[in-house]
């Protein structure tokens, strides 16, 4: 079966710091990985997605930036920290294992506070 | 205009009611259409998957596609407090599965 973990679960960080958070998928190969935000009482805003090692498109121009150093690997970046950027952070993967690339399952999450 | 629109209620309904969830969308090229439930805090889960129009039962759950109308529906039956969270729709979009969510309907189901 597939599983999605991220980490941190929690951040409270200060405005202008950085900011690395991660996202792995076990149990399946190639799959497409998505990052996405949630503001307080909002849906899901997606940020970034890849289709492959190295592929990155982006949805929303801001100071994050997304990488994907392995097939199954997804980090989320920022340089300094704005207020705007705390929010819900979701990472989600489609593919092959479990349904198809049309359906999209979401980790745990982070919660970043910017302070 | 946002592509998906659903109301944030939320909607209090007492236990065993029908619950009804709607949406509307505004791209016709939209076929697959999807319904996540998010517990607070937590990942959203995927409920319900659909393509094109007419529905899909699981259990209590029943997803409803009107294309005609731009509207998607789920309908709980005999709602049970656990049924007690927020749930979006959202609606495949583009070559790369872009989904686009409306802004979730909190439902609370109370004893």
């Known amino acids: 079966s597939q599983t999605i973990h991220q980490w941190p679960a929690t951040l409270v960080q200060p405005v202008g710091s950085p900011l690395s958070l991660e996202c792995t998928v076990e149990g399946t190969s190639n799959p497409n990985l998505y990052w996405y935000r949630q503001a307080a009482g909002r849906g899901l805003q997606l940020l970034f997605y890849s289709v492959g090692i190295g592929q990155i498109s982006s949805e929303v121009p801001q100071n994050l930036s997304a990488s994907r150093p392995q097939d199954r690997q997804f980090i989320l970046s920022s340089k300094k920290l704005l207020l705007s950027d705390s929010g819900f952070y979701l990472c989600?993967?489609?593919?092959?294992?479990?349904?198809?690339?049309?359906?999209?399952?979401f980790g745990p999450g982070t919660r970043l506070t910017v302070l | 205009q946002k592509e998906v629109e659903q109301d944030p209620g939320p909607l209090s309904v007492p236990e065993g009611a029908i619950v009804s969830l709607n949406c509307t969308y505004s791209n016709s090229a939209f076929q697959y259409f999807m319904w996540y439930r998010q517990y607070s805090r937590k990942g959203p889960e995927l409920l319900m998957y659909?393509?094109?129009?007419g529905n899909k039962e699981d259990g209590r759950f029943t997803a409803q596609v009107d294309k005609s109308s731009k509207y998607i529906s789920l309908f709980i039956r005999d709602s049970q407090p656990s049924d007690s969270a927020t749930y979006l729709c959202?609606?495949?979009?583009?070559?790369?599965?872009?989904?686009?969510f409306g802004a979730g309907t909190r439902l609370a189901v109370h004893p």
């Open positions: 989600a993967w489609s593919g092959d294992g479990q349904g198809t690339y049309n359906e999209q399952f």
């Open positions: 659909t393509y094109s129009s």
């Open positions: 959202a609606a495949l979009s583009g070559g790369y599965n872009k989904l686009i």
